[in-house]
């Protein structure tokens, strides 16, 4: 044979071979880029779901009320997929081919959960009414929806002979709902937070002052910059009103009521039609609406704390907030209450997820080992007779309030169990419906997951099985996280900021000032090349730092017609974010366990994975921020909108 | 004459196709599996920035070592861009009409390094800041030395390897 035959057939072997390799290769970092371009898509529509709900709930005056959240949810679902498939589009998926591969969506909230997924309808609707027909439920058709909401719940009974059988609702911070019976058999209906009772002392009703993690908390002076729309009687001398708005103005504010009541020392007749002379108002959907002298005597009495006064005796030096004082007070007897119930008690948790929980296995990912999805500690649990130990004996380890607590950590446990039990079956259930060939089952979600999940309200959304080459199918999850609501305050909400003066007339005057995280380094005075004025110090929910708007029909001054809407946007609070804390996150030191209990900084702290910080040992957080911190924290979980707040029904 | 010329041209010719051709095409095939890793390395690196909302030096070793594993020297640029909406605040406040705006500081690798060697250890990153990471080739590989030989690509953008990602933050780093 001639060496240029040899040569050819060595081609004819080798090009092919080579061809092959170079596709399969290629496929392969195709694959990888779908992958990760399926990553950004499905993290960006779950950040746009999270952007809508904050913009339909931040601004909405009545976003915290059930139905209202219902809505705002479903149009975060829509905004959803809306993102999905434009992401998406170029691939040649619709929205209706996407929803084949969502299997699920989570929505977190304060005291329980949403699922999106997919149910069967047993439910006809005729005339507005529901008709069960066997029809229907023999012919069940797949639909996708919002799920009836789910509380936080756990069972406890103190043993099979026991009268005690409890229904503990959780939510996302230390604040329960106690339903059932004692352990007598007395019915229990009782709601309040949870808290270490030991750390309140020094309680003086008449002055609304007690000490609480050794910090003297008292009644405060709040402020705030507001755009109110006015109704004013028609220019035109006919009956009706018109509105108009005002430039931003500074008043000062007390909680009443879990609303904001205004106190305006310039109010007068021209400023309102609904002014009768009294200079207090609250806001109806940014409408100002001066309060009646009734109502004004009634908030006087409040804020006064004297049943006869009448609202002349109020002015700026003595219109107080004092919802701290009321948080630890009523935390400090509903503890008591608590401790009453459950105290001495050996407590057996009866719920399913929670007790089947450590029965989930999956295969991990790296190991290739059996491993469980969520581990509840055996350090309080015993898997066995299911009884907990420790958990509401509350003291200086067990401090409900701090982070890391045992009540804390059964309270994520509980929360983790009952949404994955949940997850768990909607996902399962989405393959009878669904016949693609994959099998739709909840992914491993890592324990860091779970405590974004457990501690924040969020929306978790579910990608399964969807081709991307090579014979292989995406299959992800992604979680965000809303900072930004109304629905929850948590450790991590307060801004501090030296209290306003309120003298700014218009858009000049006062615009300086910045407001701080209360663990940043600069502000406890550990961080010498940034100069902080801390004098004064009052903190605000961190949603209070961002935008609001005011929008009201203009009214032609000839016509009397409507002719547009006018929006206005403003900052409650005036000043910018600290470069070092807020915008930047690099001198922010402490944890909220060090403010909350007054403990000094550990470098080998868990949370901080540097053992650099060994100049800070043992630091403890300035005084005046942990009680700003402490008052605002208590103040602001205090007035937050409650579903269960007047349960109140124990008679030992 | 004519014979010996032909087989001298059939021998440098076999000796091409025989050898050389499938040097390159391994070496290639090299190159493009190393892309495919430090691709991969690369997104698992910032979608961990993203996921966490910190640089850890940790994590940046782990994603140096994975990349210098694959035998190349690598350039690493990263880039955060720090959402700030100070100035917009500012703007919103002297015209009530006008929307805030959002601005976005930018810190480079030195910058970002310098902050993983301070005390801290890592740098903490918010919701809503932007991280972007990209990697390129710095040594000649062998199929880039074996390609130059017959024909060579002038220019900057001769790297063969390169894996760009980048992504927005989900969760505050602390």
Redesign the interface.
């Known amino acids: 044979m001639k ?2 035959q ?2 050819v057939i ?2 004819i072997i ?1 090009v092919p071979i ?1 061809m092959v ?2 596709m399969y ?2 496929n ?2 195709e694959v ?2 779908a ?2 371009d399926f ?2 898509v499905l ?2 529509a ?2 746009d779901a999270v952007y809508a709900y904050q913009m339909n709930t931040l601004r909405n005056g009545y976003s915290t009320v059930n139905d209202s959240k219902i809505r705002d949810i479903s149009a975060s679902v829509n905004s959803f997929f809306t993102s999905l498939a434009s992401g998406l589009g170029s691939s040649g998926y619709s929205r209706e081919d996407i929803e084949n591969y969502v299997p699920a969506m989570l929505f977190t909230l304060y005291d329980g959960y949403y699922l999106y997924g997919d149910y069967q309808n047993a439910v006809r609707i005729e005339n507005g009414k529901q008709v069960y027909q066997t029809e229907n439920s023999n012919n069940l058709q797949s639909r996708t929806g919002i799920k009836p909401f789910i509380y936080y719940t756990c069972e406890y009974t103190n043993g099979a002979s026991g009268k005690l059988d409890l229904v503990i609702n959780y939510t996302l911070d230390n604040y329960i709902t106690v339903m059932g019976t004692d352990r007598n058999g007395n019915i229990v209906n009782i709601s309040g937070y949870l808290i270490n009772p030991s750390i309140v002392s020094n309680i003086n009703d008449s002055s609304r002052t007690l000490t609480a993690h050794g910090i003297e908390i008292g009644p405060e002076t709040l402020g705030e910059y507001i ?1 109110a729309i006015d109704t004013i009687p028609r220019g035109d001398g006919q009956t009706g009103t018109e509105y108009t708005s005002r ?2 103005e500074y008043f000062q504010y007390v909680y009443y009521n879990n609303q904001k009541y205004y106190f305006d020392p310039n109010a007068n007749e021209s400023r309102s039609s609904t002014y009768v002379g009294v200079n207090f108002f609250r806001l109806n959907n940014n409408l100002r609406v001066y309060l009646t002298e009734t109502e004004a005597n009634g908030l006087a009495q409040f804020v006064l704390n004297d049943s006869n006064a009448d609202y002349t005796q109020l002015n700026t030096g003595n219109f107080l907030d004092s919802s701290a004082f009321k948080y630890y007070k009523e935390a400090y007897d509903f503890t008591n209450t608590f401790l009453g119930i459950v105290g001495g008690q050996s407590l057996e948790v009866v719920t399913e997820s929670f007790n089947n929980q450590l029965n989930y296995t999956t295969l991990s990912e790296d190991s290739g080992e059996e491993v469980p999805v969520h581990a509840i500690s055996l350090e309080y649990y015993n898997p066995n007779t299911h009884s907990i130990s420790g958990v509401f004996d509350l003291g200086t380890g067990n401090d409900p309030e701090t982070e890391s607590s045992l009540f804390n950590e059964h309270r994520m446990d509980v929360i983790i169990s009952s949404i994955e039990s949940n997850l768990m079956s909607i996902i399962s259930n989405f393959n009878i419906h669904h016949n693609s060939g994959f099998e739709f089952a909840l992914p491993v979600l890592s324990e ?2 779970w405590n ?1 999940i457990a501690n924040n309200v969020t929306i978790v959304s579910f990608m399964q099985g969807m081709p991307i080459g090579n014979y292989k199918y995406y299959s992800n999850y ?4 809303n ?1 930004k609501n109304k629905e929850f305050v948590s450790r ?1 909400s307060i801004l501090l900021r030296n209290r306003e003066s309120g003298n700014r007339t218009g ?1 000049d005057g006062d ?1 300086t000032g910045t407001y701080h995280d209360p663990r940043c380094m600069a502000l406890n005075g550990l961080d010498t090349s940034v100069t902080v004025n801390t004098s004064d110090l009052v903190g605000y929910n961190i949603i209070d730092y961002q ?1 609001q708007l005011t929008s009201y029909d203009v009214v032609d001054p000839s016509s009397h017609q409507t002719t547009q809407t ?6 409650p609070h ?1 000043g ?2 600290a ?1 070092e804390c807020v ?4 001198d ?1 030191l402490f944890t909220v366990d060090n403010l909350i209990s007054g403990t000094g900084f550990h470098s080998t702290n868990d ?4 053992v ?2 060994s ?1 800070f040992e043992n630091k403890v957080a300035d005084a005046n921020v942990r009680k700003a911190y402490i008052t605002a924290l208590a103040r602001e979980k205090y007035n937050l909108y409650k579903v269960n707040d007047y349960f109140d029904d124990y008679n030992p | 004459m004519n014979d010996t010329v032909v087989t001298v041209l059939a021998i440098f010719l076999a000796a091409i196709l025989m050898f050389i051709f499938p040097l390159m095409t391994t070496a290639d095939k090299t190159d493009d599996i190393t892309t495919q890793a430090v691709d991969a390395a690369t997104t698992d690196f910032v979608d961990g920035i993203r996921s966490t909302g910190k640089i850890t030096q940790d994590s940046y070793d782990n994603f140096i070592q994975t990349i210098s594993s694959t035998g190349n020297s690598y350039d690493v640029e990263m880039e955060v861009q720090v959402l700030d909406d100070n100035p917009g605040k500012k703007v919103t406040e002297a015209e009530y009409t006008k929307v805030g705006e959002n601005y976005y500081y930018s810190e480079y690798t030195t910058q970002i390094l310098d902050e993983l060697n301070s005390a801290a250890g890592a740098m903490y990153l918010k919701q809503g800041d932007m991280v972007t990471v990209s990697v390129k080739n710095t040594n000649r590989t062998i199929g880039t030395i074996l390609r130059d030989f017959f024909y060579s690509v002038t220019g900057n953008n001769s790297a063969t390897v390169t894996a760009t990602h980048s992504g927005i933050v989900s969760v505050n780093g602390r």
């Open positions: 060496l240029q040899l040569a060595f081609v080798v080579s390799l170079t290769t290629n392969n970092i990888l880029e992958q990760a990553n950004d993290l960006s779950t950040n755009v430039e931003t860091d997951d974004i992604s979680i965000v996280a900072t991590y858009s615009p935008q006018l929006t206005y946007y403003y900052y005036s910018s974010g470069y915008i930047g996150k690099e922010i949370a901080y994975d540097s650099n910080l100049e």
